[in-house]
């Protein structure tokens, strides 16, 4: 059973366009958010996060937005370049707990 | 710079092996955890441990042992290898009672065959 869902395993994008990827959850109990990147042979890099008592959060060209009663979130990145391919792994905690749970990832595939 | 250090990039084991997966950390962390990444299914958390000595079970601990001697190291042990745990190892660590802050290390691709 995922509580974390991230239903699209691949997403293309032209340069220059904005990139938006979708994560779902279903554990009401989850009150922090986090988006992790990562590179092949690489470990995942803390991206941006978000706290429940928010609904957006910002961070130069990236941007995650949460609507709690969808149990909804999505990471914009505006806009996409090259360097931004990657897998992206959203992951979700409880009560500022120890445990993160992820999502699948999506791949991002920017074209130049 | 911090760093998670896990021992080795790539590992080629036979089915029934005994496997050790080795994980240093430099950042005088408290919370250390071991996943495991394959396609479709994300980072599954196997094991973690809140300090020296303890350890919790996640989400997919069959199979899977663990042991926290020194705050730094955490180990991941497969008691007898099965094909079903080739996989990417990947371990991670972070402060104690913050829910970010997660520091991982390049993984270890373990192939059981």
């Known amino acids: 059973d995922q509580q974390v869902k991230q239903n699209s395993p691949s997403l293309s994008v032209q340069e220059g366009r904005i990139s938006i990827l979708n994560c779902d959850y279903t554990n009401s109990m989850f009150d922090y958010f986090l988006w992790y990147k990562k590179y092949p042979a690489e470990g995942p890099t803390f991206l941006i996060s978000?706290?429940?008592?928010?609904d957006k959060n910002e961070d130069g060209r990236f941007t995650v937005f949460l609507n709690k009663s969808a149990k909804h979130l999505s990471l914009h990145i505006v806009p996409s370049q090259p360097g931004d391919s990657a897998v992206y792994f959203c992951?979700?905690?409880?009560?500022?707990?120890?445990?993160?749970?992820f999502g699948a990832g999506t791949i991002l595939r920017v074209k130049s | 710079d911090v760093k998670v250090t896990q021992s080795s990039r790539y590992l080629v084991k036979r089915t029934g092996e005994k496997v050790f997966l080795e994980c240093v950390q430099d950042m005088d962390h408290e919370n250390m955890f071991w996943y495991r990444q394959d396609p479709g299914l994300g980072l599954r958390l196997i094991y973690f441990s809140y300090d020296v000595k303890m350890k919790e079970k996640g989400d997919i601990p069959e199979g899977y042992s663990v042991s926290r001697e020194k705050k730094e190291r955490f180990s991941l042990i497969l008691e007898s290898a099965s094909t079903n745990q080739t996989s990417m190892y990947l371990c991670a660590s972070k402060k104690g009672g913050q829910a970010y802050g997660y520091t991982f290390g390049s993984g270890t691709r373990l192939t059981v065959v």
């Open positions: 992951a979700a905690s409880a009560q500022y707990g120890n445990k993160l749970v």
């Open positions: 978000i706290s429940s008592i928010k």
